[in-house]
T-cell receptor, first 113, second 114 residues
Framework: DAGVTQSPTHLIKTRGQQVTLRCSPKSGHDTVSWYQQALGQGPQFIFQYYEEEERQRGNFPDRFSGHQFPNYSSELNVNALLLGDSALYLC????????????FGSGTRLTVV | AQSVTQLGSHVSVSEGALVLLRCNYSSSVPPYLFWYVQYPNQGLQLLLKYTSAATLVKGINGFEAEFKKSETSFHLTKPSAHMSDAAEYFC????????????FGTGTRLTIIP
């Protein structure tokens, strides 16, 4: 049983560009959250999606946006990239009405130069 | 708002010794608490979780944690460290039914000395 799958694993972008990161949740999961983990820090909550809508949002600017598709997969988009956006982006999934505790993917390492 | 404080950004223990990683939380409502482990270049793996049932929670790989409301603590322990336990450990809190946002601590890097 595949867990949470994220693509790509690594990405290098130039400041000012736009990037899209993708996530396929664990089979049977319908809720997806995204986290940003800067080097040496704990993950920071970006937003959560279920039923194809953003349900909660952390303290991130509007440059960060997302989408959830009918098959529960999700995308994270970041516009006008800044050097400070360099981080590991983690996708996590769960069953909305299931037990607490997310399953995390291995992440996408984004480097902005 | 909830928060988590992990005391000690780096902890070193000898192989076979007790592992103790400290976590204190702040929450205005009963919290749900988690410990995650992160190996290099990997995502987070759930070790254990407290969800208001038993205060002593047993997890994977021989780890356990005890919820102490009076001390607002949720420390992670393992009786005997193995080399394979070397990793980054994160404590996290969420509050409220349906509010699944996880707030993480800054992490503790565990080093095992042969």
């Amino acid at each position: 049983d595949a867990g949470v799958t994220q693509s790509p694993t690594h990405l290098i972008k130039t400041r000012g560009q736009q990037v899209t990161l993708r996530c396929s949740p664990k089979s049977g999961h319908d809720t997806v959250s995204w986290y940003q983990q800067a080097l040496g820090q704990g993950p920071q909550f970006i937003f959560q999606y279920y039923e194809e809508e953003e349900r909660q949002r952390g303290n991130f600017p509007d440059r960060f946006s997302g989408h959830q598709f009918p098959n529960y997969s999700s995308e994270l988009n970041v516009n006008a990239l800044l050097l400070g956006d360099s981080a590991l982006y983690l996708c996590a999934s769960k069953i909305r009405k299931g037990e607490r505790g997310y399953t995390f993917g291995s992440g996408t390492r984004l480097t902005v130069v | 708002a909830q928060s988590v404080t992990q005391l000690g950004s780096h902890v070193s223990v000898s192989e076979g010794a007790l592992v103790l990683l400290r976590c204190n939380y702040s929450s205005s409502v009963p919290p749900y608490l988690f410990w995650y482990v992160q190996y290099p270049n990997q995502g987070l793996q759930l070790l254990l979780k407290y969800t208001s049932a038993a205060t002593l929670v047993k997890g994977i790989n021989g780890f356990e944690a005890e919820f102490k409301k009076s001390e607002t603590s949720f420390h992670l322990t393992k009786p005997s460290a193995h080399m394979s336990d070397a990793a980054e450990y994160f404590c996290a809190v969420s509050v409220g039914f349906g509010n699944e946002k996880l707030t993480f601590g800054t992490g503790t890097r565990l080093t095992i000395i042969p």
